[in-house]
């Protein structure tokens, strides 16, 4: 069965964002909202929200952060909050905008903490679906991005990712430089745990080159009013499970979504 599929530019904390929407196909079912990675857009999702879309039947949104994709150019450079602000201005208003209430927000890495951050703010949500989230900052993360950072300067990196953002350099640079920063070492979003009100699917890559089993036990351990809080650890699996493993992820995905009923 072929998805209707709308794309299309929204207005949303101040910059146009690209957005493209996968028709439901099933009856009382809530829309899901996927949130991208550090270097994330809507194309380098590629077919994964399409099949959840299919395999679940819900409405789904997709949609590239400010800075990213085909969305407006970033222009400043991020500063330490830039996932609060996407979390508690960007992403509200986007959701008011296209009249989605009490969607199931579905997060990799970067969006994963904006998701949870959106959960933890007195937000409401039908369910938390968080792939390789960062609930604070740890060496192998940074390691990580360190070796990004050498990556770009050495290789044709930007130039591949030119194919999936309008100025991969500033997209690049913004994420890569905030990461290193100093002051980024402190960041820490455990607080807002205890505050989602939601069920919650944590996922976690056994070998993800960018963060540890830390970060979804965290949640399992501080989402203390959470009504049920699914781990699922995934063998032979790096960063990116949904590209991994996505059999593993789309199942566990249409299960946790058929429990939230």
């Not at 299919?54 to 150019?73: E, I, K, N």
Request: net charge negative; with cysteine; hydrophobic share 45%.
């Amino acid at each position: 069965m072929a998805l209707e599929i709308q794309s299309r530019t929204v207005r949303a904390g101040g910059h146009h964002l690209e957005c493209v929407v996968h028709a439901a196909h099933q009856l009382n079912r809530p829309t899901l909202v996927f949130l991208h990675e550090g270097l994330g857009s809507v194309a380098m999702w590629r077919d994964f929200p399409a099949r959840v879309a299919q395999a679940t039947g819900c409405r789904s949104l997709v949609y590239s952060r400010y800075g990213y994709g085909q969305s407006d150019v970033l222009e400043e450079p991020f500063d330490t909050d830039y996932m609060h602000r996407e979390a508690q201005e960007v992403l509200p208003g986007l959701l008011a905008a296209l009249e989605i209430s009490q969607p199931v927000l579905v997060g990799h890495s970067d969006g994963a903490s904006i998701a949870l951050i959106h959960a933890g703010s007195a937000h409401q949500l039908s369910g938390l679906i968080v792939m390789a989230p960062h609930c604070f900052v740890e060496d192998i993360s940074i390691a990580s991005i360190q070796a990004a950072r050498t990556t770009a300067l050495n290789t044709d990196l930007l130039h591949k990712l030119a194919r999936y953002h309008r100025d991969a350099a500033k997209t690049f640079w913004g994420w890569n430089d905030i990461w290193l920063h100093p002051d980024f070492r402190a960041w820490n979003i455990e607080e807002y745990l205890p505050a989602i009100r939601c069920p919650i699917l944590a996922i976690q890559g056994e070998d993800d080159e960018y963060g540890s089993m830390a970060q979804i036990d965290a949640i399992a351990a501080q989402a203390v009013n959470a009504p049920d809080v699914a781990l699922l650890k995934l063998a032979d699996c790096r960063h990116s499970s949904h590209k991994d493993q996505p059999q593993a992820v789309i199942r566990a995905i249409v299960e946790f979504l058929d429990g939230i009923e």
